[in-house]
């Protein structure tokens, strides 16, 4: 059950960061090759992710791979200028380190349960960090996608 948790948060949350990006740049093209970018960084980011978690449980090096996968998908398919696509690609990591941070000190604040027990062990609290992060991660991206739109 763990395993099958974990697996689903990483497709949301690699989902989520695709979809962020694509939304806040837009697509250099339209159609299908709109749509097979979108699903070819979403596929590399999964294999790049079940590769990387294979090796060690998480690792730092994890996020710049991720970082610089998402700027080579900006830089091929969507519209914008390097360096902003660079930030933010960094940006959305933050943003994803973050949320998941202020989640697990706030659940373990409320609930009692050491935040190092909460990222380890598998049970409901390790669940409702899982389902309110990719929340408030979604909750964020759509944010800043809508307020960028507002004010461009």
Not at 12 to 35: E, P
Not at 135 to 145: C, D, K
């Amino acid at each position: 059950m763990n395993e099958i948790v974990e697996l689903s948060a990483t497709l949301i949350q690699i989902f989520l960061l695709t979809w962020f990006i694509s939304n806040f740049f837009g697509y250099k093209y339209t159609g299908v090759r709109a749509k097979i970018g979108f699903l070819c960084c979403y596929a590399v980011v999964i294999a790049e992710t079940m590769f990387i978690n294979k090796i060690v449980v998480y690792d730092s090096f994890y996020a710049g791979i991720v970082v610089a996968t998402l700027f080579l998908y900006a830089r091929l398919c969507l519209d914008g200028k390097a360096l902003f696509q660079i930030f933010i690609s960094l940006f959305s990591m933050a943003i994803i380190f973050c949320v998941g941070s202020v989640t697990i000190f706030f659940i373990s604040a409320v609930s009692a349960v050491g935040s190092e027990q909460l990222i380890s062990d598998f049970s409901g609290w390790r669940i409702a960090v899982i389902a309110v992060s990719k929340l408030a991660e979604f909750g964020a991206f759509w944010a800043i996608i809508h307020i960028k739109n507002d004010y461009s």
